[in-house]
């Protein structure tokens, strides 16, 4: 392993700290969070919903198992960077193609180790999640306090824009069997949605096409009045919205075309962002929790089983409590007692906070994506 470049880390509480570099030389801003998944990294920083963070690992060891072609959840990685305790360059995976320090430097993505990730995780718990920068480049902390100043916050930049498709794409592939190291072969298709892609994973759009229903993404600045001509002739049978990163407050455009799905009683399922950003458009805001919920492990009440649902998860923000006025409180966190999904009264519509996909993660919340199929073809 070549020796590791030196590495500056100044937050917004004041904090100054030293460490090592292993991903791409750079000086970047972002928000820190930290996320508890003992696996998964690369799904991790592939997962468009990071972009605009530095992702904490509590899991002290990181880079073990390499990366593959086969676990990215998008074309590219999105997060600002990712801070580990340790890095292990020699990784040993028969899945294998590439070390982790090689696929940060493809993507052009921060890695910082060598530091105390415990320390900085008790501290986010107890502040809150914040603004930051890392620098490869500067060492002087009067300096880099300068840089983060003057530089956006997170709930400032549309990160949508950055990370949405720019064509429409027919989306064919289904779940990956681990066992036969292939993608299964997909049912006959029962129904056809939309998706609107506002940071998609790839194995979202895998679990609604094993799920039995034939899926087209289109960009983030779709226009309702296509989809509802499209629904209205039976050329598709519902609307999917994706999961992505940022402020939901700050997608403007995307409330109003939403508004306008809603008012046509379009079926609709959205996931973490389209969870939200559904109950913006019923007018109901969302607002930002101290530090999120990021990792694998988060035990979910289905309300309706009484059911717990180990579960993925990956989002800032959350949606009020007083939604109960029109909708009906479906999944519970058990952490804090927040809502984890929604089925609104008297519309063909629902949604889940967390990911029922969880790539990384368990998959005792996948049953939902045919509890969509069952909602569009009804």
């Not at 600002?80 to 696929?103: C, H, P, T, W």
């Not at 603004?131 to 990160?159: C, F, G, H, W």
């Not at 109950?279 to 059911?307: A, C, D, M, Q, R």
């Not at 969880?358 to 045919?370: L, V």
């Amino acid at each position: 392993m070549e020796a590791l470049k030196k590495a500056w880390i100044y937050l917004e509480n004041g904090t100054f700290l030293e460490a090592n570099s292993f991903g791409a030389s750079k000086t970047e801003v972002g928000e820190i969070v930290f996320n508890t998944s003992m696996s998964g990294y690369q799904e991790i920083m592939s997962d468009p919903s990071y972009a605009g963070q530095f992702v904490t690992f509590t899991m002290p060891e990181i880079g073990n198992v390499g990366v593959n072609d086969e676990d990215m959840e998008s074309l590219a990685a999105h997060a600002k960077g990712m801070i580990v305790r340790k890095y292990q360059e020699r990784y040993s995976n028969f899945r294998a193609q590439d070390s982790l320090a090689d696929f940060l430097k493809k993507f052009d993505v921060m890695g910082i180790c060598d530091i105390d990730t415990r320390f900085l995780t008790k501290m986010i718990r107890k502040e809150g999640a914040m603004m930051m920068v890392a620098s490869t480049e500067i060492s002087d902390k009067e300096e880099l306090r300068k840089i983060l100043q003057n530089a956006p916050r997170i709930e400032d930049v549309n990160y949508i824009e950055k990370v949405s498709t720019r064509e429409a794409y027919k989306h064919n592939s289904s779940t990956y069997n681990y066992r036969a190291f292939q993608y299964d072969e997909p049912p006959k298709a029962e129904a056809k949605i939309i998706a609107i892609d506002f940071g998609v994973k790839r194995n979202i759009l895998n679990e609604l096409v094993s799920a039995g229903i034939e899926v087209e993404v289109v960009p983030n600045d779709f226009v309702a009045e296509d989809l509802i001509e499209k629904y209205n002739a039976k050329e598709i049978d519902g609307v999917f919205l994706s999961n992505g990163p940022g402020d939901p407050l700050v997608l403007k455009k995307e409330q109003e075309q939403i508004k306008k799905l809603i008012a046509a009683k379009v079926p609709m399922f959205g996931i973490c962002l389209g969870h939200q950003l559904l109950s913006i458009s019923h007018g109901y805001e969302t607002f930002k929790l101290k530090f999120g919920h990021h990792g694998g492990n988060h035990p979910v009440k289905n309300e309706k089983t009484g059911f717990v649902e180990i579960t993925a998860q990956n989002h800032n923000y959350n949606v009020p409590d007083n939604i109960t006025a029109i909708a009906e409180v479906t999944h519970k966190n058990l952490f804090d007692d927040t809502i984890e999904g929604l089925r609104y009264n008297n519309a063909p519509i629902f949604s889940v906070q967390h990911h029922p996909e969880a790539s990384p993660g368990p998959k005792e919340s996948r049953y939902i994506f045919s509890e969509f199929l069952s909602l569009i073809k009804r």
